[in-house]
């Protein structure tokens, strides 16, 4: 057969060659990492496309057809952990081989394009893992994605257009699902295997780098591709495998419950090799998001792929690279401590301190800004999705059945950001203010607590002064019940110590009463808003 | 020191201990995704009887179509669909036809003018009992079992008859 083959194709004599090929002094079990890619590469498509045979990219189905591989047929648990922990092995053994061909000053001249594909293919490696965990379509799959996409929607003037695009339109569900089943299964399979036979092509065609050996120096070919190093990567790829096996049966692949962009509670994390992304998005805030989910990492992809462009030390020498180790050590110490902050980092136990807060507040009288914040729910957008108990509101979905389980963390992006908690309704982007998302919050909280009736029959005219309370920041100096004192005079009892005529007047010139007072004047607000200010104080020391 | 000689040996030991390697990884991967993959074609779903009215309901020696609902398992769904049976007196006894050409599976219909069940597919043709007396079909139609409970009718698994009965 082989023969018969030869006298048409005569191509023997080329794999002789590619298979005979002398490798220099020092290659050995250091270089089985490429090959251990490779490996966990043709594992990945293997396993993938015997699992996309029994998976249905649709919201409805996608989560039961992957229960149904890992629960109702032989041995899928397992097809589904291999490929589950194979790719978490994908991004270990690829930055190990990155890592020595790092050391190995492997990606100076001549191999510099070698180099560059590598990092190609890393990236490409992220993307099959961001695009493959969306697939199960589990509340993991769900929610972080719902994060990338908004990450993609960060990117300046573009962003919006792009998010848009790789979700399908408006709201991530059936047609994001199918965008990325089609780029995992497709897309990223096809640029992947071109980019791997361009790799493998210059490898091969340029020979292995030989180890700490300028260019000048003399090389000693010791051994063969076939069989030294293919004997040394097959036995550690063995070795992979079986480890790998263990991973798939012991810890298996995890399913959690189906996607459910109600869920409220859930604190999404990503796969571990996002988790130092993860926390960098955590360190900007706001306006400055963009520099943790765009401009940091393309400084890292940029200066990974022009690094033999910009290292011109042409010694392959560990001695004469103290420079480039010691950057490349801070880079990895930065992003394996940005992982370990992100794998600590634990949100869940902030919403069991609140509970605690809450009923600490029950005995206490209702607050300025919880009736802020309940004239905020009325007149900001609130009333469009939610309502209270079926009375305020017209929204379907109920403020009491939910009140009590989110953490104020979540209570706030929410505020900021509806979206990100009902991606599939469009709600107008909140444009709050920081105070305005915490008076939210406490009327909120409030709703949880016993004194929700109180909160719920108090009149318009009280709720409008409050949110002037509120907007006029008077809460920043003058506590009520608080006993800690604060820079003005406790609103407690004030009403017994002045006239109505007093208060009023002393909010046009507070110095005209107390020389010493720090009280700025109000005299500039009109004298609705003024008289709507005095009632508060009166209402609110009843 | 007949280094030349042990040196080819261990060269071609290595050979097959690496050849050896990478069939055992071929091995160990293909047979678990082999198996997962060829599973489901051994999965049997269970058999049930399903009441498809009340004995007294059946008295017409002419086939009558009783449409049925069947639960199915399919992959990872589980659906109702409806299915039919044709069932009459024969001789006395109650007889439930599956409807199903034992050619190439498409559905037959009784013709009551011919007396006889047609298939619209290749010109299948049976007579009332479901013996084959034209076109293509190997075997007669399949006869569901029957059983009887409380004056209730139920039908179970399509069964084969080996010999047509006329």
Not at chain 1, 428 to 434: A, D, F, K, N, V
Not at chain 1, 512 to 538: C, G, H, Q, R
Request: charged share 20%; glycine share 8%.
């Amino acid at each position: 057969m082989i023969n018969w083959l030869d006298e048409r194709l005569n191509m023997r004599e080329g794999f002789k060659e590619l298979l005979d090929e002398p490798l220099p002094e020092g290659v050995g079990w250091t270089h089985v990492f490429g090959s251990i890619s490779l490996f966990l590469f043709l594992l990945q498509a293997a396993t993938g496309i015997f699992l996309s045979m029994f998976y249905a990219p649709t919201p409805e189905a996608a989560h039961l057809s992957v229960s149904y591989v890992q629960n109702d047929l032989f041995l899928g648990a397992f097809v589904r952990g291999l490929h589950h922990w194979g790719s978490s092995f994908f991004v270990v053994f690829t930055v190990i081989h990155l890592l020595r061909t790092f050391i190995y000053s492997a990606y100076k001249y001549p191999r510099e394009l070698t180099w560059i594909f590598g990092v190609i293919l890393f990236n490409l490696v992220l993307a099959f893992g961001l695009t493959g965990y969306l697939l199960p379509w589990d509340q993991k799959a769900y929610w972080a994605t719902v994060v990338t996409l908004n990450i993609a929607g960060t990117a300046p003037i573009l962003g919006d257009v792009i998010q848009k695009i790789l979700q399908g339109g408006e709201v991530i569900g059936s047609v994001t699902l199918t965008h990325f089943y089609s780029l995992h299964v497709i897309v990223l399979p096809l640029l992947t295997l071109g980019a791997v036979a361009i790799h493998v092509f210059l490898q091969k065609r340029q020979g292995i780098a030989p180890p700490f050996k300028s260019p000048d120096e003399e090389v000693k070919f010791k051994s063969r591709f076939w069989p030294d190093q293919l004997f040394k990567d097959g036995v550690a790829i063995l070795l992979i495998f079986l480890i790998l096996s263990g991973f798939a049966i012991i810890f298996g692949a995890p399913l959690e419950k189906m996607a459910d962009p109600t869920d409220s509670s859930y604190v999404p994390k990503p796969e571990w090799y996002f988790l130092s992304m993860y926390q960098l998005q955590k360190i900007f805030p706001g306006n400055l998001e963009i520099i943790g989910t765009i401009i940091i990492p393309t400084i890292g992809i940029l200066a990974l792929i022009l690094l033999p462009f910009y290292d011109k030390n042409p010694s392959r020498k560990l001695k004469d690279r103290k420079l480039a180790l010691t950057l490349m050590t801070a880079a990895m110490m930065t992003v394996g401590g940005l992982t370990i902050l992100g794998a600590t980092d634990d949100r869940p136990e902030e919403s069991t301190v609140i509970v605690e807060v809450q009923e600490g507040q029950e005995s206490s009288r209702l607050q300025p800004p919880e009736l802020s914040g309940r004239y905020l729910y009325q007149n900001e957008t609130c009333m469009k999705c939610h309502n209270i108990g079926g009375s305020h509101g017209e929204g379907e979905y109920d403020l009491l059945k939910t009140s009590g389980d989110k953490s104020v963390i979540w209570l706030k992006e929410h505020f900021s950001n509806p979206t990100l908690a009902q991606p599939e309704k469009i709600v107008e982007q909140g444009s709050l203010t920081l105070d305005q998302i915490t008076d939210l919050k406490s009327f909120y909280l409030r709703l949880s607590t016993s004194q929700r009736d109180e909160l719920l029959t108090v009149t318009q005219e009280v709720l409008y002064s409050a949110n002037l309370y509120s907007q006029y920041k008077c809460g920043a100096c003058h506590k009520i019940d608080d006993p800690e004192p604060g820079f003005g005079p406790n609103l407690a009892g004030v009403t017994l110590r002045h006239d109505r005529e007093y208060i009023y007047d002393h909010f046009l010139d507070p110095k005209k009463f107390d020389p010493n007072s720090i009280m700025p004047k109000f005299d500039w607000l009109p004298k609705e808003e003024l008289n709507a200010l005095t009632d508060f104080v009166y209402y609110i020391d009843k | 020191m007949n280094e030349n000689k042990s040196g080819v040996s261990r060269r071609g030991f290595l050979k097959k201990v690496t050849a050896a390697i990478y069939g055992l990884l071929t091995f160990m991967i293909g047979l678990p995704l082999f198996s997962f993959f060829v599973s489901p074609a051994f999965i049997k779903s269970k058999f049930k009887w399903i009441e498809i009215g009340a004995v007294d309901d059946f008295n017409s020696d002419t086939p009558l179509e009783v449409i049925y609902n069947k639960e199915i398992i399919d992959g990872w769904n589980k659906r109702t669909v409806l299915s039919t049976a044709w069932v009459f007196k024969s001789e006395g006894k109650l007889v439930a036809l599956s409807p199903i050409c034992t050619h190439l599976g498409c559905t037959v219909s009784f013709d009551e003018v011919r007396d006889s069940f047609a298939c619209p597919c290749h010109g299948g043709l049976y007579d009332r009992e479901g013996n084959v007396i034209g076109g293509p079909p190997p075997k007669p139609l399949k006869r569901h079992e029957i059983k009887f409970e409380d004056g209730k009718f139920l039908i179970g698994e399509p069964k084969d008859r080996s010999t047509s009965v006329t």
